[in-house]
Structure formats: structure tokens, C-alpha cells
């Protein structure tokens, strides 16, 4: 037996010496630090040249402050955005202090990577005032879009403990021009923890990308989310001031190939009515309210859509998974709105809805 064994030895080392030879110098260090650490922890790899991907996220860490009162880096957020380099590489955490800061703010596609941290959402407020039909420097009117008291365009944007306001005045249903935008998250990969988002008509622009929002109290009266974001709204509460007609999703997903939607999991629905709970602004648009709270304000059909003259609408994803509270009833009967069973609903309770897997900390979701 000991010579077999002895004999298998042999053999074994002779094959690998005759294998390296064979090989470049190069080639034999790559071996020897993949293929045979491979042999030698039982876990050969048939690709000896696997090449290891490198970590391309921000590096470091920089703390910028801004107070309105003076006594920190910048008194005004846009100046504290304006001071971060192009094509930034850092983590920036800008932390504002307690205050009204009466500007409006842009976070262009170049700077990434920026955390807007405020003392707290009641006390930390950014707000700008502008509608749709106001005057730009141009001369044109703005419109919806460019109304916003925050635009952000970065990817890998967060903001914790912050409100953003629009001012302008609650419009009546029917107003025209009276959009008034208060946050606009154009941006990939953007988290929202703690925050306050303010206005009336079209508050909270979900625009595109990939957005996570937790713990958030959202105001509005007419469409008060709305956009083709790809976004789950967890824990949060969806307050209406609407007088006498209002809405708060409208999504605008136009293709059954897009992977946007707004998931709304676990949050409250508060405040007047009577109100839609979502409008499809897109022909397959998707809105779905899971284990959500819905007061006493639900308009009769919950949902503002035509189910039976408008042929395009069959095509939209709308429905509700186990909600409740004295205005749920109202969302369970139309035929088009569906109460989903658990297999439809799933994808629209977890945070791989938005691939959070990759880019949200557990402890965050």
C-alpha cells in the first residue's frame, strides 16, 4: 500500500512539474496564487486567469456644514453643493442645521454621491415658492418640471431628517398652471430617510431611476406623487389637503418593458378627501398599496380610471394587497383594481423591487 501511495505521489508532482514548465513566468505566478491555493482548499477553479472585479464606489469620507445663521461652512445649501468637485469620488455629507433656507437647489448628474443631512424634518426645511405658469429668466414659463425647490440629478443621492416645501398656494381641481414641485429625484439610486416633502398639485416628482423612501410623510393635494420612477415607499405617510377632488400616485410607465412603478408598503393614508389613490398617467402604468391604512377619504371607485371606454387602461397594473382601515373597502371591488394574492403582490413587497440588494444597507431597508 505504501508504495502505491508513494507511486500516486510521483506521478502527481511529475505532472504538475511537466504542466509549469510548459508555462510563461507570469503564467506560473498566476498559477501558483489561484490554481494551486484552489487545489489545496478543494475548490478548483477551471479559469486560472479569473480576474477580480474592482471596487469603482466613492472613497473616503467629507463633512460639509451649512447654517442659515452663519457659524459653519456656508450658509446656503447651494453654495455647500456648489463647493463639491465635478465627477466627485467621495462620500459628502452636507449637514444642515436647523432653519428655513429659502432657495432653490440643484444637484447636477456630476456630483454623486452627497447626503443632505438635517437636524430633524420639522425643524430642517429647504423652500421655494415657484408654479408651472411663473416666468423663468427666459421668459418662458417654467412648467412642471422646473418648478421644483430641489432638483437633484446625481446618482447615489440621500437626504435623512429634511423637509423640502413648495409654498405656492393649493390650487383648485382644474387650475391650470398650478404646479409646484417641492423635491424632483431624477437621479439612479437615491434613499430618503426621515424627510418631509411639502406642496400641493404634483409635490414630489418621482421622476426616473431607482428611489427608496422610509419613514417619509409626504403632503399634497392633486397628484402628489408623480413620474416613471422605479420606487418603493415604505413606512410612510400620504397626507392629503385635497378640497374637493384629489389624487396621490400618477405613474407614467408607457411600455411593458420598463421595470418603473411605485410600491407602497406598510404606510398611511391620512387627511381629506374625497381622494383617488392612483391615476394612470402611462398606458401600463403600475401603483400598488400593500398592508396600507387608508382613512375615511377614498373617493367612491378608488381609482382614477376609466376601465370601460378607455381601451388603453387594461393594460395598466393597478391593485391592493391586504390594506385596510374605513377607506380600503372603496379599493376592492372595481374590476380593473385588483386585490392581489400573495404571488402577484410579492415583487412589490421587497426591496429587490428597486434592486435595493446592491445599493441599501439592511439596516436601512
Known amino acids: 500500500m505504501a508504495s502505491l501511495n508513494n507511486s500516486f505521489l510521483f506521478s502527481f508532482f511529475f505532472f504538475v512539474f511537466s504542466f509549469l514548465l510548459c ?49 459653519a461652512d456656508f450658509r446656503s445649501v447651494q453654495k455647500a453643493v456648489d463647493s463639491i468637485p465635478v465627477n ?8 444642515i442645521s436647523a432653519g428655513y433656507y429659502k ?17 430633524g424634518r420639522d425643524v430642517t426645511v429647504i423652500e421655494w415658492h415657484d408654479r408651472a405658469s411663473d416666468r423663468g429668466p427666459n421668459g418662458q414659463q417654467l412648467r412642471t418640471y422646473k418648478t421644483a425647490s430641489v432638483t437633484v440629478f446625481a446618482n447615489y443621492f440621500s437626504a435623512r431628517n ?22 424632483r429625484i431624477a437621479g439612479d439610486k437615491a434613499y430618503f430617510s426621515g424627510c418631509g416633502f411639502y406642496g400641493a398639485q404634483d409635490t414630489l416628482c418621482d421622476d426616473a431611476g ?5 419613514e417619509c410623510y409626504i403632503e399634497g393635494s392633486i397628484d402628489f406623487i408623480f413620474g416613471n420612477g422605479r ?34 408598503v406598510h404606510c398611511k393614508v391620512t387627511g381629506s378627501g374625497p381622494l383617488y389613490v392612483g391615476r394612470a398617467m402611462g398606458q401600463y402604468a403600475r401603483i400598488v398599496y400593500s398592508y396600507t391604512y ?11 380610471v376609466d376601465w370601460d371606454t378607455n381601451a388603453k387602461n387594461k393594460t395598466v397594473f393597478v391593485g391592493v394587497y391586504k390594506c385596510w382601515g374605513p377607506g380600503a373597502e372603496a379599493l376592492s371591488w372595481i374590476s380593473g383594481a ?17 434592486n435595493g440588494r446592491h445599493w441599501i444597507a439592511p439596516s436601512d431597508a
Not at 103 to 119: C, R, S, W
Not at 346 to 352: G, Q
Open 294 to 304: 387608508f382613512d375615511n377619504l377614498v373617493a367612491h371607485g378608488g381609482w382614477d
Open 210 to 214: 431607482r428611489h427608496y423612501f422610509k
Open 103 to 119: 432657495e432653490k437647489v440643484l444637484v447636477p448628474v456630476t456630483k454623486p454621491y452627497i447626503t443632505f443631512e438635517g437636524a
Open 162 to 183: 429634511i423637509s423640502f416645501k413648495n409654498t405656492a398656494p393649493a390650487p383648485l381641481p382644474g387650475m391650470q398652471g398650478w404646479q409646484a414641485v417641492a423635491f
Open 88 to 95: 466627485n469620488t467621495e462620500n459628502v455629507v452636507i449637514q
Open 338 to 354: 385588483k386585490e392581489l394574492d400573495f404571488d402577484s403582490a410579492h415583487r412589490f413587497l421587497v426591496k429587490s423591487f428597486v
Open 23 to 71: 508555462l510563461s513566468p507570469l503564467q506560473v505566478t498566476s498559477f501558483h496564487h489561484h490554481s494551486l491555493l484552489s487545489l489545496m482548499n478543494g475548490t478548483v477553479s477551471t479559469n486560472s486567469t479569473r480576474h477580480h472585479h474592482k471596487w469603482v464606489g466613492p472613497i473616503g469620507r467629507r463633512v460639509i456644514t451649512v447654517n442659515c445663521n452663519g457659524s
Open 231 to 264: 420606487s418603493m415607499y415604505k413606512k410612510c405617510e400620504l397626507h392629503s389637503i385635497a378640497t374637493k377632488f384629489g389624487s396621490i400616485a400618477a405613474q407614467y410607465r408607457s411600455t411593458p418593458y420598463e421595470k418603473t412603478g411605485f410600491a407602497f
